[in-house]
């Protein structure tokens, strides 16, 4: 897959706007039929790693130990997630003679493949999101007839839950928080990491610690986060706002000052992943 920069995309690249027309096809006709799913980095959203640890029926512990690899952006340390590759073979591991073995539940980035997405950064910048047609050389789908508008392609890849996942956590990437003088400590950004990848071991951490004495969380969520990993990963964003930017997103259930002792609780609650 060709890379680029972020900077190189917003400079160079062809907007495409929701009504665009591409031509695009692909199936297990065209020859290149598989090439694409080896040797590329593809990012994992926690909602990509949330359907496909289920799909296999795995842990997140185990999911995320087997399938992918972990990294820290180089400026702001954000806990960033990619699909690991065969160590010998260099393909991606769900990648099967008739195609791909998690289908229904591959990733967003496989889900759009030819079409990227991007957006500047700073205020109002969904509202200049912008699509962009990545041309690959190896790829003959762009040789196809079939022609589609981008609203017609982001539709039948079934990219809603994906997109309503997607926002919560595009809005805690870009908080200003992550730009504050002191970088965010490594306790709190394994805490960041657990809190959006490891969704399993996150829900352990809720259920035995005393968290659920220190925080005030209604029952009915309790529940909702006992048994559904889109609700608990709704309550992980506003946790994070809270323990990494001090957003009034949780509750306390008693006030802190008066008790250094319990004040110290929350801190360490907020920085130990359990
Ligand atoms: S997840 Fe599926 S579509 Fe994506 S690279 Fe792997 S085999 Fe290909
Ligand atoms: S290289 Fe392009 S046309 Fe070929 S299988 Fe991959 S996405 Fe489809």
Do not use: T
């Given at each position: 897959m060709p890379e680029f920069t972020e900077q190189e995309i917003l400079e160079n690249s062809s907007r495409m706007g929701l009504d665009t027309r591409f031509k695009f096809c692909c199936g297990p006709s065209v020859e290149c039929f598989n090439r694409c799913c080896g040797d590329v980095a593809i990012l994992l959203s926690p909602y990509d790693v949330l359907r496909l640890k289920n799909a296999l029926h795995m842990d997140s512990s185990e999911f995320l130990e087997k399938y992918t690899l972990s990294m820290r952006s180089r400026d702001k340390h954000i806990p960033a997630v990619f699909l690991r590759m065969d160590d010998e073979t260099r393909r991606c591991p769900f990648v099967t003679e008739s195609g791909c073995a998690v289908y229904n539940h591959r990733p967003?980035?496989?889900?759009?493949?030819?079409?990227?997405?991007?957006?500047?950064?700073?205020?109002?910048?969904?509202?200049?999101?912008?699509?962009?047609?990545?041309?690959?050389?190896?790829?003959?789908?762009?040789?196809?007839?079939?022609?589609?508008?981008?609203?017609?392609?982001?539709?039948?890849?079934?990219?809603?839950?994906?997109?309503?996942?997607?926002?919560?956590?595009?809005?805690?990437?870009?908080?200003?928080?992550?730009e504050g003088p002191e970088p965010l400590s490594q306790q709190k950004l394994d805490m960041c990491f657990m809190s959006l990848y490891d969704l399993d071991r996150f829900r352990r951490f809720i259920s035995e610690t005393r968290f659920l004495d220190l925080f005030e969380v209604d029952e009915a969520r309790i529940e909702a986060i006992a048994e559904d990993d889109e609700e608990l990963l709704d309550f992980a964003f506003d946790w994070l706002a809270f323990s990494l930017f001090h957003e009034k997103r949780m509750k306390l259930r008693r006030p802190l000052p008066a008790n250094p002792a319990a004040a110290s609780e929350v801190e360490a609650m907020s920085n130990l992943p359990g």
């Open positions: 967003w980035a496989c889900r759009m493949y030819p079409l990227g997405m991007a957006e500047p950064k700073g205020p109002n910048a969904a509202a200049q999101r912008f699509y962009f047609l990545v041309q690959e050389e190896l790829c003959q789908g762009h040789r196809a007839a079939n022609e589609h508008s981008v609203r017609e392609w982001i539709a039948a890849q079934k990219l809603d839950d994906f997109d309503r996942m997607q926002a919560p956590f595009l809005e805690l990437m870009s908080h200003p928080g992550w």
